[in-house]
T-cell receptor
Framework: DGGITQSPKYLFRKEGQNVTLSCEQN?????MYWYRQDPGQGLRLIYY???????QKGDIAEGYSVSREKKESFPLTVTSAQKNPTAFYLC???????????FGDGTRLSIL | AQSVTQPDIHITVSEGASLELRCNYS??????LFWYVQSPGQGLQLLLK??????LVQGIKGFEAEFKRSQSSFNLRKPSVHWSDAAEYFC?????????????FGKGTKLSVIP
């Protein structure tokens, strides 16, 4: 079945460390997105990419970086510059602007 | 800038009772509107969407929503709630752009169901 796979499900970061969250989709979707979810805050957009080798900052991009070298993959790196990284991270994708976004099952990041 | 307001943080209903979750949006153009549901520790599942046409939209799991332009609202309804409906519900509005769109989410409404 087609879908979005996020890994790992749980991730722990030490102080000063960069960590990378994986997002892979086999839906042949062009656009991919990363959201951050905090309790009681809804979802906030970090980065999005409409095509390979192109991406744009969302509302809360500071302390994060992304790449889009392949259509299927959109990894998110949480850098040491992100001072409050503990959150639930969700990846999504969509075929085009007339289709809804599909979501992965998320990665929960915590600080050691 | 676009925004979405879900006025109710937490709602508790009895199983079998009717349900209405409120959503108000702020967006200058014709909106694309969505309702998603999230179980604890899981991703979001699409319940229904409104892009254009009939303002009463049917979704999965017996849910429906009505788009009211005059009230800038897109409330979610279900005539009879089941215990498995307990989850968090998010309303979202899409801002259109070339090629794709970005979603702005409300802060969510947590639904508890009393057996």
């Amino acid at each position: 079945d087609g879908g979005i796979t996020q890994s790992p499900k749980y991730l722990f970061r030490k102080e000063g460390q960069n960590v990378t969250l994986s997002c892979e989709q086999n839906l042949n979707h062009d656009a991919m997105y990363w959201y951050r979810q905090d309790p009681g805050q809804g979802l906030r957009l970090i980065y999005y990419s409409q095509i390979v080798n192109d991406f744009q900052k969302g509302d809360i991009a500071e302390g994060y970086s992304v790449s889009r070298e392949k259509k299927e993959s959109f990894p998110l790196t949480v850098t040491s510059a992100q001072k409050n990284p503990t959150a639930f991270y969700l990846c999504a994708s969509t075929l085009d602007r007339d289709q809804p976004q599909h979501f992965g099952d998320g990665t929960r990041l915590s600080i050691l | 800038a676009q925004s979405v307001t879900q006025p109710d943080i937490h709602i508790t209903v009895s199983e079998g009772a009717s349900l209405e979750l409120r959503c108000n949006y702020s967006y200058g153009a014709t909106p694309y509107l969505f309702w998603y549901v999230q179980s604890p520790g899981q991703g979001l599942q699409l319940l229904l969407k409104y892009f254009s046409g009939d303002t009463l939209v049917q979704g999965i799991k017996g849910f429906e929503a009505e788009f009211k332009r005059s009230q800038s609202s897109f409330n979610l309804r279900k005539p009879s709630v089941h215990w498995s409906d307990a989850a968090e519900y998010f309303c979202a509005v899409a801002t259109s752009g070339a090629g794709s769109y970005q979603l702005t989410f409300g802060k969510g409404t947590k639904l508890s169901v009393i057996p």
